[in-house]
């Protein structure tokens, strides 16, 4: 399984980016998807997930209102909009997959992206 994150970019305070994740996988609609973040200095921390068939989420406190993941199974696909993005939100995104319906520890996800670099300026 290869999980291709793409989106990154530098974008201002206020801003918005959204980032992709391509899964080479062809049963992807069987699992359940995350994103993941790691700052400089920090240890990598889950940002949002979402079930197999899109109707669950599940967002850390500081994504939510902000952040939306969504997915797409007929692309093998999902995604992350980020609007309103602050500074303390720079990081490396990960996707990753996991083996449960949905999950918020890292412990259970299985397969992970290269990451995407996000960099919001003051």
């Known amino acids: 399984v290869q999980l ?3 989106g990154g970019g530098l974008v201002q305070a206020g801003g918005s980016l959204s980032l992709s994740c391509a899964s ?7 699992y359940g998807m995350g ?3 790691k700052a400089p200095g920090k240890e990598r921390e889950f940002v949002a997930a979402i079930s197999w068939s899109g109707t669950s989420t599940e967002y ?7 952040f939306t993941i969504s997915r797409d199974n007929a692309e093998n696909t999902v995604y992350l909009q980020m609007n309103s993005l602050k500074p303390e939100d720079t990081a490396v995104y990960y996707c990753a997959r996991t083996y449960k319906l949905y999950s918020v520890s890292e412990r259970e996800y299985d397969y992970w992206g290269q990451g995407t670099q996000v960099t919001v300026s003051s």
Do not use: D
Not at 24 to 30: D, G, L, M, P, Q
Not at 60 to 66: C, E, I, L, P, Y
């Open 35 to 37: 994103w993941f973040r």
């Open 4 to 6: 291709q994150a793409s």
């Open 24 to 30: 080479s996988e062809r049963t992807f609609s069987n």
């Open 60 to 66: 850390t406190a500081s994504a939510k209102g902000r």
